[in-house]
């Protein structure tokens, strides 16, 4: 199956800051989408990128497909931000990737 | 985008007992949902592919005859959890593909006990 790793596995931020999470995919994919999975389990669909940019409020995403990566881009952060987050790739099937744990702090 | 409706939210039952998770698509005819599991603090895992009006199709390592499913129409499929062990005690999430991206339900948090 496709190996999808994100990266960093942990972040801290200040209320304000901007980060970057990145998200590295193995083989070509069909579909790449980015989650924020809320304290409570759910999941929410943030991007549907396959490829290109994409901008919603404070958050954007790129993907180059061909370099096999997306990045997902969250300016002036809050403390709402926290959760975790997963960018996830369709292959023969969805292969979600091992994730990246954001904590927001005031 | 596609309402996917999954119950109950949380679910505590005693070893050895079954237990039925629905999930339903409320706004989009379904051939074909997906069940995953979440172990605390990790990622989603595949369990199955539901299809309506035939078997499911179980990832490797996954138990067919403790995790049955069952897709009866387009609008709902089902996981039953047999025999339970509080090894089984996950979140359960369930979603289905549109077309032009995957919705997930709210997800199953079961407690074995």
């Known amino acids: 199956g496709i190996q999808v790793e994100q990266s960093p596995p942990d972040l801290i931020l200040q209320e304000g800051a901007n980060s970057t999470l990145r998200c590295n995919f193995s083989?070509?994919?069909?579909?790449l989408q980015w989650f924020h999975q809320n304290p409570w389990g759910q999941l929410i669909n943030l991007f549907y990128?396959?490829?290109g940019t994409k901008q919603n409020g404070r958050l954007s995403a790129t993907t180059v497909a061909t370099e096999r990566y997306s990045l997902l881009y969250i300016s002036s952060s809050q403390t709402t931000d926290s959760g975790v987050y997963f960018c996830?790739?369709?292959?023969?099937?969805?292969?979600f990737g091992t994730g990246t744990s954001l904590t927001v702090i005031p | 985008g596609a309402v996917v409706s999954q119950h109950p939210s949380r679910v505590i039952c005693k070893s050895g007992t079954s237990v039925k998770i629905e999930c339903r698509s409320l706004d989009f005819q379904a051939t074909t949902m997906f069940w995953y599991r979440q172990f605390p603090k990790k990622s989603l895992m595949l369990m199955a592919t539901?299809?309506?009006?035939?078997?499911?199709?179980?990832e490797q390592g996954v138990e067919k005859d403790k995790f049955l499913i069952n897709h009866a129409s387009l609008t709902l499929s089902t996981l039953t959890v047999t025999s339970a062990h509080p090894e089984d005690s996950s979140f359960y999430i369930c979603?289905?593909?549109?077309?032009?991206?995957?919705?997930f339900g709210s997800g199953t948090r079961l407690t074995v006990v």
């Open positions: 996830a790739v369709v292959g023969n099937q969805f292969y």
């Open positions: 539901s299809n309506e009006g035939s078997k499911a199709t179980y």
């Open positions: 990128i396959p490829s």
């Open positions: 979603s289905l593909d549109r077309g032009y991206g995957y919705t």
């Open positions: 083989d070509s994919v069909n579909n």
